[in-house]
């Protein structure tokens, strides 16, 4: 299987992929959270059987269901077309300062510069992870920001800064 990926500057990713059945899949996942999905005809590449449109919490529902690296993904291709953006993924390590503690106090915002996206525990993804949120040694934060700004909120997390 063969998967397809086109940046479209401004608008996110698309991803297209010929399934079993001779159909074509495409998916348009938007900056904003939201994405297109496309079903096209085996015969005629270019005629669109049915679309549907999901909102950035529908998404979020699908790429649960469909597993957390897709979360992570579109992170990463968010990076790749803002020039000074990266995406990490940051461990909570055993014993880090923040074990046991709400997310607002890791200040990642506000001393880093960077934005937790999502949190993720173990099968489960918490996408937009609220200050309130607890976090536990062996989470992962999915993190975007400047490449300074991910090593310096990953020495604070793991109590080195």
Sequence with gaps: MELEETLLPGVG???EMRVSSGETLGIV??????????????????????????????????????GA????????DLSREVPGLESGRLSIP???????????????RTLTGCS???????????????????LRGGDVLVV???????AQLERRLSGRE
């Design 13 to 15: 990713v698309r991803y």
């Design 29 to 66: 996942v938007q900056r904003e959270g939201g994405a297109e999905i496309a079903v096209y005809d085996a015969r005629d590449p270019d005629r669109a059987r049915g679309m549907f449109r999901l909102s950035p919490e529908e998404a979020d529902a699908v790429a649960e269901v469909l």
């Design 69 to 76: 690296p897709r979360l992570t993904q579109r992170f990463a």
């Design 94 to 108: 055993p014993g880090s300062p923040f074990d046991g503690r709400p997310l607002g106090d890791t200040r990642a």
């Design 116 to 134: 937790i996206v999502a949190l993720v525990r173990g099968e489960d993804v918490v996408p937009s992870p609220g200050p309130d949120d607890v």
């Design 144 to 150: 975007i920001g400047s490449a300074s700004g991910l």
